[in-house]
């Protein structure tokens, strides 16, 4: 089962989550229903992209645009395709709008340490490229209840019937649907949402229904707040001390022996190549998903424990950036473990909305390199990736513990919330430096 979480609300007001039930299998009935669905998708998607590419390149995505392009499909269809395509060109937009600021704020790092001399060795100046437009390779259509229609059948050989229109003018598909019994506890008593998701994966097609479900949050605001810190050498540290799941140990080693597949496989690929053979081995690697899947697992067993053992607490947590998760990562498998790291957060917005807790994020800009007790703001605050020293007043504990309270005092601080980038953050913990410092009488 798939989860979905909606973000309209506030933090204390009651959530509302999607539960999707997968996997259910198309029954194929008889093959040449199917074949239709087949050549249904495959100008639906066709349709798709031409959206997607004009939602992304030359128009701001529109679900209710005017139909544009010409194409086979009902008028139904052809909006679906339009609603689905805007779906994609938003989150598209949206992400590339976030890489770009993050470029922005790398460049400004860079600049900073380059005027005051701090840059590592061997740093070089960030540089931003262009992204590509997104490509559909896989069949996915998202459907709605003008084109696609769910209906409990009477008949008790199967649980429903859809009925999809196809490219033949009104002539529409009947196709059985048979429930395992698991699919049928997870819907017991619920109603299916009109909108399906119809997936085509090997040689079946696969559907994908869902329904909502409100969750109250019983945090009030005035709840004690644990700030959470995230990261690679422990996925969790929380403000009072406590650490949660690690990358370090058995994942790191099966990372390794991974990679170590990994590069040989390249290697031999490169040898057939000079060579001249046509077909070369491919480069995914089984052993590798599994691991990503082994260490997703890893991270929601350290998200359950950390919530387990603040059952009374409102969480903060960061806003991790594709800068921040780079930081983080940096000198390690950086794409690997930085999309590994994107599952933190994520996990942690999931978990509090299924429990009913309030989980609040906050600025992530400078939460390691700022004091937490007098608010000095360096990078030389870090001697090394586990310790904090800061070099003014000398406060001295574990990096992500420093981390975790930095986020902790955050929740609420509505000056910093307002700070425009990251020089604006800057600016202020230096001033509340400046300030701790006349209040303790510091030379
Ligand atoms: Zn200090």
Redesign the pocket.
């Known amino acids: 089962m798939k989860q979905r979480q909606r973000h309209h609300t506030g933090p204390y007001d009651p959530q509302t989550i999607t539960r999707a039930v997968t996997h259910i299998r198309l029954e194929a009935a008889n093959a040449g229903k199917l074949t239709a669905l087949d050549d249904l998708a495959q100008v639906y998607l066709a349709l798709c992209q031409q959206y997607v590419t004009l939602f992304c390149t030359q128009e701001r995505p529109n679900k209710l645009r005017a139909p544009l392009f010409t194409t086979p499909l009902s008028e139904r269809w052809h909006r679906v395709a339009i609603q689905q395509a805007a779906g994609i060109a938003r989150s598209w937009r949206t992400n590339r709008a976030q890489a770009y600021q993050d470029y922005a704020d790398d460049l400004l790092d860079y600049q900073e340490q380059e005027t005051e001399g701090t840059l590592d060795a061997g740093v070089q100046e960030p540089a931003w490229k262009e992204w590509n437009v997104p490509t559909l390779r896989q069949t996915c259509i998202q459907a709605n209840a003008n084109v696609v229609v769910l209906e409990p059948s009477q008949d008790s050989t199967f649980d429903y019937w859809l009925t999809i229109s196809t490219l033949a003018f009104r002539k529409q598909l009947l196709v059985p649907i048979k429930l395992a019994d698991y699919h049928r506890e997870a819907l017991k008593g619920k109603t299916i949402n009109s909108s399906v998701t119809l997936n085509k994966r090997g040689d079946g097609w696969w559907l994908t229904l869902s329904y909502d479900k409100a969750v109250p949050v019983h945090t009030a605001p005035s709840a004690p707040v644990v700030g959470v810190d995230v990261g690679i050498a422990n996925f969790l540290t929380s403000s009072d001390g406590k650490h949660y799941g690690t990358f370090y140990g058995k994942l790191r080693e099966r990372q390794k022996r991974d990679r170590e597949k990994r590069r040989r496989k390249a290697k031999l690929r490169a040898c057939l190549k000079k060579k001249g053979v046509k077909k070369l081995p491919s480069t995914s690697s089984k052993s590798g998903q599994r691991l990503a899947r082994h260490v997703r697992q890893s991270i929601n067993r350290a998200v359950n424990q950390c919530f387990t053992e603040h059952p009374d607490a409102q969480i903060a947590y960061e806003h991790l950036s594709v800068a921040t998760m780079k930081y983080k990562a940096r000198a390690m498998n950086a794409y690997l473990y930085a999309s590994n790291l994107a599952h933190i957060p994520k996990q942690l917005a999931w978990n509090a909305a299924k429990r009913g807790v309030a989980a609040i994020k906050v600025k992530s800009a400078y939460t390691s390199q700022e004091?937490?007790?007098?608010?000095?703001t360096a990078r030389a605050?870090r001697s090394n990736q586990q310790t904090f020293c800061?070099?003014?007043?000398?406060?001295s504990t574990h990096a992500d513990l420093n981390a975790a309270i930095n986020i902790e005092h955050r929740l609420g601080d509505e000056e910093l919330r307002a700070c425009r980038g990251r020089k604006a953050v800057k600016a202020l913990l230096m001033q509340r430096?400046k300030a701790?410092k006349q209040q303790n009488g510091w030379p």
């Not at 004091?371 to 000095?376: D, G, K, L, M």
């Open positions: 004091c937490s007790v007098c608010h000095y605050n800061c070099v003014v007043c000398g406060y430096h701790w």
